[in-house]
């Protein structure tokens, strides 16, 4: 009867609501684990405000790190923080839907409208299927690209390779940018390694383009069949990878501290690697407090626009930068539809795409003011403008500033972490109750721009 009831409560609840309670649950979770003196090498009790950004930071798959991972978190603690990185880089939804499957229960219409809810699914049809090939797809990428890492690090690490192969490639897939090499260093000691390079790339590529992307290009094999979103978002991200590469070289590569002191084929290779992880990994081979201004706002603007709908990954979403630019050079050429390979985007699409943009914005600035004004540490603008975006976009690239901040200017880092991978309309319609318009009133026209 009490589960009847649950079940009641939870179909009649706001799914956005509920989504965004999953992820919180599972950040207060982990930060009651990581507080625990088992979590850290020198035993102690560690403050809850750093032990909640951590979780946040993981279960948001960002990154950002108060503490040296590698040094100052025991075997157990990072194993907290691993599964923090799986769990919240699948989405809670999606593993419980699948520890609910593999016990033989059936999946009632509130769980699979929750679920669809938590993939950004416009409805339940299809999506046990869909949830279960999540899981299939992130198990056998992270499993190949695990053992290839393993195998590689064998030589100089002996058995431990094994341990640090898994979980590099769970949290390069999920797009959190963690890592247990210590001293905050990330993989600055590999940047001309070509093997380590591309098989975290490609972790980062899959794990950011997103699960019904993967899904499509596998059963489809041809680029006439994919869908509209699939050639939008493959589209995209090569545009930005590219373009990325392309403009961090141009802007690094008479840097002596960053690209400068590198062979050509480095320098390519490091703007290329730079460039696929601002997308949302967080993930570095160089200094990135010794980057150019103009470098600095090219990864900006990367981090904002950010992963892919259906991914591991933040950011306002490929997609959703598409539909932007699209619909504003229709209004420029005044089309009355938008049309991208012969199909038209919806109205509805254009309308939520606008809404996204502009919360963003609005989040963003009214943080970015309080984060100048809280600043106790008169940190540089362009450094706090770093650290937000990257934040928002799940990130996770750090100048080195965010340990130095105090209690309110972590607070407001977690809490656009956690927008950043709830989704920020997700976020704002967890607070209202979707009705129907029953009446509709007479238009009448307003002078823009």
Known sequence: MLSEKIHRLLFKMNKSLLVSLSFLLLILAGACLLTLPISHTNGQWHPFIDALFTATSASCVTGLAIWDTGKDLSIFGQLVLILLIQVGGLGIMTVTTLCTIGLGKKINLGERLLISESLNQNGPSGILKMTVNIIKYTFIIEGFFGTLLSFYFYDEMGPRAFYLGYWHAISAFCNAGFDLLGDYTSLVNYQQDYFINFCIMALII??????????????????????????????????????GTIGLWCLEHNNPLTLGQLPTDSQWLTSLFQSVSARTAGFNTISLADLTGPSLFLLIIIMYIGASPTSTGGGIKTTTFAVLICSTLAQLRNKQEVVLFRRRIDDSTIAKANSIFILTTLWLAISFFLLLALDTGNSSFQFILFELFSAFGTVGLGIGITSEWNVWCKLILIATMYIGRVGILTFGLSFFNRKLDKIRYPAENIIIG
């Open 206 to 243: 899959l794990g950011g383009i997103g699960f019904t992307v993967i899904d499509d290009v596998h059963h489809q094999k041809s680029w006439k069949k994919y869908s509209l979103h699939t050639k939008i978002v493959l589209i995209v991200n090569t545009l930005l990878i590219f373009s």
